[in-house]
């Protein structure tokens, strides 16, 4: 009887070892998806900040856009447009061209 149980000692520290070297290439594996994760997450993170700073120009820029409509509704604006794109002047005013 003695025999068996050194057989079961050795199958008992071959299956220790088996468990202890699939514990330790598991722990390798998650190791590097791990890294692979973190890389990922910075280039997410870069990308949001670009796009959130994207988003902060364009909204600037409506702001710039509904100003410059709010503008385009003004006398200033049609006098403007009157003077330079069509010649047209007020009655009575003198124009000056330079030759």
Do not use: C
């Not at 000692?9 to 598991?26: D, H, M, P, Q």
């Not at 702001?63 to 604006?77: D, F, G, L, S, V």
């Not at 794109?85 to 330079?98: A, D, H, M, V, W």
């Amino acid at each position: 009887m003695a025999r068996p149980r050194k057989r079961n000692r050795k199958e008992n520290r071959f299956s220790i070892f088996l468990a202890v070297i699939v514990v330790i290439l598991l722990t390798t594996m998650v190791g590097f998806k791990s890294i692979g994760l973190k890389q990922k997450r910075a280039q997410y993170l870069e990308e949001q900040t670009r796009l959130t700073r994207q988003i902060q120009k364009e909204e600037a820029r409506s702001q710039e856009i509904a100003e410059y409509e709010k503008y385009t509704h003004t006398r200033k604006y049609i006098e403007e447009v009157a003077r330079d794109k069509l010649g047209l002047i007020y009655e009575g005013e003198i124009l000056f061209r330079n030759e």
